[in-house]
């Protein structure tokens, strides 16, 4: 099997509107940010398997007549996209020495990453030697949908080196996109990568990975927008660790003491997704004006009020609120909340100056930040020649 060399890159993601709402069948609003996990692949003649993952200190090699034993009779009973082989899994977990009940970061990577592989190639009855290297600008554990960028990845790239997608670049592009029944097979074996690594996922992170913009999420239905603008954000880590589970099950005892005040609040975060999403529909059709940016701070603070009548917030939150709206910043949380992570509309007109002093100011509360965009596109391959240096300097040294 001939493998050629391919990179490829996936945005993180973060709730814009509906969080812990969407759990009681409210409509969530989900976005690409425009921070990128890179995955590069490449083919050896070491009769080796090879992930490395610097972001987690991971570096790991198996020796493919070792994975071929994983194999059934016929390579041809694995890689069915739709199921999840819990057999091949439990044989991987013995393989690995990865014990039943372990979720460390890196057991799932290096889990997720053998079973796509040994999927994705059964069907050829061959086992390539090749090496994949992971970097991404993503933070691990902070609800940015760094696993399932890192998925997108995998799945993207294996399918393109077993030659079951085909590659998207011309010779005259150095960056392209697939079509639309490449990136629903992608996104499948992404989401497989997604139940190894989650358990129970909702499928929104990894199709957000894939296709990137906006999605709208409600009782397990995702639809894209079709037009998005792309909005500029800081994206705030206050590195305060949560439960999301913990945090879950807070907001439903709140249900069951006081219905009559929570459930009106959760429908009011639905009216505020909804809103926010007739708001950006605008703005993609219309050049977005003054009027489109106010209506979207205001959507933010009524949210992130609500988020804290629900009991989800965090001092750490507060502050960020505090600190973006003493320079006329509008921030709140993203995700979980307790802790974790939030995001800050920065509008056309914003002065470097005035983004640059925020930062500042948040990093002097001991918080990461960094300013980015909302609406990035979803999973991509690369030219060597349109990936930035750092990165590349950074695949290329393993």
Request: charged share 20%; with cysteine; proline share 4%.
């Given at each position: 099997m001939q493998i050629k060399e391919c990179i490829v890159s996936a945005p993180g993601k973060a709730i814009l509107h509906g969080e812990h709402a969407v759990v009681h069948g409210k409509v969530a609003l989900a976005v690409s940010l425009n921070l990128r996990t890179y995955l590069r692949l490449q083919a050896t003649s070491t009769s080796k398997v090879c992930i490395n993952l610097p972001n987690i200190n991971t570096f790991l090699s198996w020796d493919v007549t070792a994975l071929k034993q994983l194999f059934p009779d016929s390579g041809a009973e694995l890689g069915n996209v739709n199921e999840l082989d819990a057999e091949l899994v439990r044989m991987l977990r013995d393989f690995v020495g990865v014990s039943n009940g372990t979720l460390d970061t890196r057991s799932m990577a290096i889990l997720a990453f053998l079973?796509?592989?040994?999927?994705?190639?059964?069907?050829?009855?061959?086992?390539?030697?090749?090496?994949?290297?992971?970097?991404?600008?993503?933070?691990?554990?902070?609800?940015?949908?760094?696993?399932?960028?890192?998925?997108?990845?995998?799945?993207?790239?294996?399918?393109?080196?077993?030659?079951?997608?085909?590659?998207?670049?011309?010779?005259?592009?150095?960056?392209?996109?697939?079509?639309?029944?490449?990136?629903?097979?992608?996104?499948?074996?992404?989401?497989?990568?997604?139940?190894?690594?989650?358990?129970?996922?909702?499928?929104?992170?990894?199709?957000?990975?894939?296709?990137?913009?906006?999605?709208?999420?409600?009782?397990?239905?995702?639809?894209?927008?079709?037009?998005?603008?792309?909005?500029?954000?800081?994206?705030?880590?206050?590195?305060?660790?949560?439960?999301?589970?913990?945090?879950?099950?807070?907001?439903?005892?709140?249900?069951?003491?006081?219905?009559?005040?929570?459930?009106?609040?959760?429908?009011?975060?639905?009216?505020?997704?909804?809103?926010?999403?007739?708001?950006?529909?605008?703005?993609?059709?219309?050049?977005?004006?003054?009027?489109?940016?106010?209506?979207?701070?205001?959507?933010?603070?009524?949210?992130?009020?609500?988020?804290?009548?629900?009991?989800?917030?965090h001092p750490t939150l507060?502050?960020?609120?505090?600190?973006?709206l003493a320079r006329g910043l509008h921030s709140k949380l993203t995700g979980a909340g307790g802790g974790g992570c939030g995001i800050t509309l920065l509008r056309p007109e914003t002065e470097c100056l005035v983004v640059q002093n925020t930062i500042q100011d948040l990093r002097d509360c001991g918080y990461d930040c960094w300013e980015t965009r909302i609406g990035a596109a979803g999973v991509q391959q690369h030219s060597p020649l349109a990936v930035k240096e750092e990165v590349l300097e950074v695949l290329a040294r393993y």
């Amino acid at each position: 099997m001939q493998i050629k060399e391919c990179i490829v890159s996936a945005p993180g993601k973060a709730i814009l509107h509906g969080e812990h709402a969407v759990v009681h069948g409210k409509v969530a609003l989900a976005v690409s940010l425009n921070l990128r996990t890179y995955l590069r692949l490449q083919a050896t003649s070491t009769s080796k398997v090879c992930i490395n993952l610097p972001n987690i200190n991971t570096f790991l090699s198996w020796d493919v007549t070792a994975l071929k034993q994983l194999f059934p009779d016929s390579g041809a009973e694995l890689g069915n996209v739709n199921e999840l082989d819990a057999e091949l899994v439990r044989m991987l977990r013995d393989f690995v020495g990865v014990s039943n009940g372990t979720l460390d970061t890196r057991s799932m990577a290096i889990l997720a990453f053998l079973y796509i592989y040994l999927c994705v190639f059964a069907k050829s009855g061959e086992l390539p030697s090749l090496t994949v290297s992971v970097w991404s600008e993503l933070p691990t554990g902070a609800g940015l949908g760094s696993s399932a960028a890192y998925s997108v990845c995998l799945a993207a790239a294996m399918l393109s080196a077993s030659g079951t997608i085909p590659s998207p670049l011309s010779d005259q592009e150095n960056t392209a996109r697939w079509g639309e029944v490449e990136m629903e097979l992608i996104n499948k074996w992404a989401f497989q990568g997604e139940r190894i690594i989650h358990g129970n996922p909702s499928g929104v992170d990894n199709a957000v990975g894939t296709w990137g913009g906006i999605l709208r999420y409600r009782s397990g239905k995702i639809t894209a927008l079709s037009r998005v603008p792309m909005l500029r954000i800081l994206l705030t880590n206050t590195k305060v660790p949560r439960s999301t589970k913990v945090l879950v099950a807070g907001v439903k005892d709140k249900m069951n003491k006081f219905p009559s005040i929570i459930n009106p609040v959760l429908e009011s975060v639905d009216a505020v997704s909804c809103t926010c999403e007739q708001t950006l529909t605008e703005m993609a059709s219309d050049t977005p004006t003054p009027e489109h940016y106010n209506v979207l701070e205001e959507l933010i603070d009524i949210n992130q009020h609500h988020l804290n009548v629900i009991g989800v917030g965090h001092p750490t939150l507060d502050t960020l609120c505090r600190v973006t709206l003493a320079r006329g910043l509008h921030s709140k949380l993203t995700g979980a909340g307790g802790g974790g992570c939030g995001i800050t509309l920065l509008r056309p007109e914003t002065e470097c100056l005035v983004v640059q002093n925020t930062i500042q100011d948040l990093r002097d509360c001991g918080y990461d930040c960094w300013e980015t965009r909302i609406g990035a596109a979803g999973v991509q391959q690369h030219s060597p020649l349109a990936v930035k240096e750092e990165v590349l300097e950074v695949l290329a040294r393993y």
